[in-house]
Each structure stands twice: as C-alpha cells, then as structure tokens.
C-alpha cells in the first residue's frame, strides 16, 4: 500500500499563489509519476500536472505558464506551484501516484478556492 499525504490548499484571491505539496510513503518500489488533478464543483475529474521520474511534464492547457510542477525523487514527494490563480481553478486538487508494482494510488484531496 502507498499512502499519498497532501498539504497547501487554501482560499486566496484572484491573482494570488498557492504551492502544494503531495508526499507518498508506504510500500515502494519505484514510483513512475506524479501529478494533480482537480474535480471542480459539477465537473468531472481532470488532469492538471504530471511528472515522470525522469523529469518529463505534462500540464493542461488551461493551466500552461501559470502552473509548475516540480518532483523530488528521493522524497517521493511532488509540488505544485500555482500562480496567477482564477476562480475557475477553484476545486478539490487530488494527487496522484503510480507506483510500478501497484499501479496508482490518490491522495484524499485539499481544497483551493480562488475568490474574485
């Protein structure tokens, strides 16, 4: 089992920034990748972030130049710098792990709330 621990979320307005930070522990072998996704109220899930072990990213485009997620490898523990946030970034951010023995684990959520 991998247990996925996030911290960071908050209320903050228009503008502003937030960092979070997402630390797995458990039973590791070697994680493959890390990332955020967020499920905005009536939305469905979706991809914000990823990262690979090996460094590689992927972000969505209604995040791209304002979002970057970085990783630390010996930590197991991914970021998420989020600046120039909108309301529409307003959701419950999940992260997520896969693990390569596994498969993928998620984290129970935080919160942001960007008021306008």
């Known amino acids: 089992q991998v247990q996925l621990v996030e911290s960071g979320g908050g209320l903050v307005q228009a503008g502003g920034s937030l960092r979070l930070s997402c630390a797995a522990s458990?039973?590791?072998?070697?994680?493959?990748?890390m990332g955020w996704y967020r499920q905005g109220p009536g939305k469905q899930r979706e991809l914000v972030a990823i990262?690979?072990?090996?460094?590689?990213?992927n972000y969505a485009a209604s995040v791209k130049g304002r979002f970057t997620i970085s990783g630390d490898n010996a930590k197991n523990t991914v970021y998420l710098q989020m600046n120039s946030l909108k309301p529409e970034d307003t959701a419950a951010y999940y992260c997520?792990?896969?693990?390569?023995?596994?498969?993928?684990?998620w984290g129970q959520g935080t919160q942001v709330t960007v008021s306008s």
């Open positions: 997520t792990a896969i693990e390569v023995t596994q498969g993928r684990y």
């Open positions: 458990g039973r590791i072998f070697r994680i493959a990748a």
């Open positions: 990262i690979s072990s090996g460094g590689r990213t």
